[in-house]
T-cell receptor
């Protein structure tokens, strides 16, 4: 049981390049989330999904797209990377929105855009 | 808008000192509150959570937090810190009716000197 995994762990992009971050969970969770972590700002929600085939915007969705084609995977895409997207990205998953259910976080992806 | 505020950005303590980290929230609905910890180079882990009942909540590793509704606060405490408690601590509120997303505070970095 690997929990929540993220690939890649590190990436450096040039401005304008595109990439996809992959989040995978093996806990059969319905809900998945993408957050970004920036110094002094905590974690902010980018997009989330409440089930396979569904996605919704979070606090800071601009410049990102997501897809949830399979229940276990949640992809975060950057179509044209900008230096402002330099951040650490965390994926999380849970059984549901109920507070009884803990959100489990992945190890993070450190992205630098030059 | 919902928000979480952590007053202390960086706290430095000696081992065996007592710890209290402040957290205030702004949210009009039913409150579900969490404290997460992020050890250096690791992902977020749940320390404790409050969603109903006894306002004094005990978590892992000797941490506890008290929910004071009248003060909109959920402060984290530990009677005697150890060097291994060096980490960043995040307070968060759960928006149950918005897909279960978490709104995080800015984080408090705790450094414990041996």
């Amino acid at each position: 049981n690997a929990g929540v995994t993220q690939t890649p762990k590190f990436r450096v992009l040039k401005t304008g390049q595109s990439m996809t971050l992959l989040c995978a969970q093996d806990m059969n969770h319905e809900y998945m989330y993408w957050y970004r972590q920036d110094p002094g700002m905590g974690l902010r929600l980018i997009h989330y999904s409440v089930g396979e085939g569904t996605t919704a915007k979070g606090e800071v969705p601009d410049g990102y797209n997501v897809s949830r084609l399979k229940k276990q995977n949640f992809l975060l895409g950057l179509e044209s990377a900008a230096p402002s997207q330099t951040s650490v990205y965390f994926c999380a998953s849970s059984y549901g929105a109920d507070p009884y259910y803990e959100q489990y976080f992945g190890p993070g992806t450190r992205l630098t855009v030059t | 808008a919902q928000s979480v505020s952590q007053h202390n950005h960086h706290v430095i303590l000696s081992e065996a000192a007592s710890l209290e980290l402040g957290c205030n929230y702004s949210y009009g609905g039913t409150v579900n509150l969490f404290w997460y910890v992020q050890y250096p180079g690791q992902h977020l882990q749940l320390l404790l959570k409050y969603f109903s009942g006894d306002p004094l909540v005990k978590g892992i590793k000797g941490f506890e937090a008290e929910f004071i509704k009248s003060k909109f606060s959920f402060n984290l405490r530990k009677p005697s810190v150890q060097w291994s408690d060096t980490a960043e601590y995040f307070c968060a509120v759960l928006l149950y009716n918005q897909g279960g997303k978490l709104i995080f505070g800015q984080g408090t970095e705790l450094s414990v000197k041996p």
